[in-house]
């Protein structure tokens, strides 16, 4: 396991795991999610933790759960709740997200989050490594088996948020709607306003009504390829030169 960084100046500290590298699409979600007045949530296929360490760090009252079936990557997301002086509201369970029910009682929490494997199984290259071909792709653990864990998981009108890859925009809302977690914030990604959208985030409600809020596109670089002011608040760099 590598040293702790520093987030950002005077930030949160960060350990990552072998296989679990912090990415640029857990860092947008986790500035994507609106608590509001939800005090419990739980992230599905947790990692190193970079999602529960960003949200604790921003709401003081939230306690949060993550769940992550490598022992390694879990053992790295508790010692990251650690360094933090988070361990008394945050909690990682080892266990399988599809088998959530034997773990979890049905609506214990006010939302959900995940940044699941991205790719279908079969649909390319996939890496010999185990555990990196996990986290990236649905060879342990499909889209469809983290909507259902999600629904579950999730109270009445309590929200799951997602991010995922733009070509698969169907799959999520067809994958959501089918379990009974209505879309209602989506927002794109792209690297610039010329480029196509790469990822997607979305806010689905449990047992909400119909209603999609389509949000104004995020664009992580400028025209001139310089960061837009958005990356530089999210990633706290606003005033770096």
Request: net charge neutral.
């Amino acid at each position: 396991m590598n040293d702790f960084v520093s987030l950002w100046a005077g930030g949160p500290v960060f350990c990552q795991s072998e296989h679990f590298k912090l990415g640029t699409d857990s860092v947008l979600l986790a500035d994507f999610v609106n608590i509001g007045s939800r005090r419990k949530g739980i992230d599905l296929g947790c990692g190193s933790g970079i999602l529960p360490l960003l949200l604790l760090n921003r709401y003081a009252r939230l306690c949060m759960t993550g769940l992550e079936i490598n022992p390694e990557a879990a053992e790295a997301a508790r010692d990251n709740l650690t360094a933090n002086g988070l361990s008394e509201r945050g909690s990682v369970v080892v266990g399988d997200i599809r088998r959530a029910k034997e773990l979890f009682k049905s609506g214990e929490f006010d939302f959900v989050v995940a940044n699941p494997p991205y790719f279908a199984e079969g649909s390319g290259r996939q890496s010999p490594d185990d555990a990196k071909a996990a986290a990236r792709t649905e060879t342990a653990c499909t889209l469809d088996d983290v909507c259902r864990a999600a629904a579950y998981l999730c109270r009445t009108g309590g929200v799951f948020c997602l991010v995922h890859r733009a070509e698969r925009l169907c799959d999520v809302l067809c994958a959501l709607r089918g379990h009974g977690l209505e879309p209602k914030r989506l927002r794109t990604v792209s690297h610039d306003a010329k480029k196509e959208p790469s990822l997607v985030l979305i806010e689905a409600r449990r047992g909400g009504a119909a209603g999609l809020k389509l949000m104004p596109p995020l664009f992580v670089r400028n025209s001139d390829g310089t960061e837009a002011d958005e990356i530089l608040r999210i990633y706290h760099r606003e005033g770096t030169p």
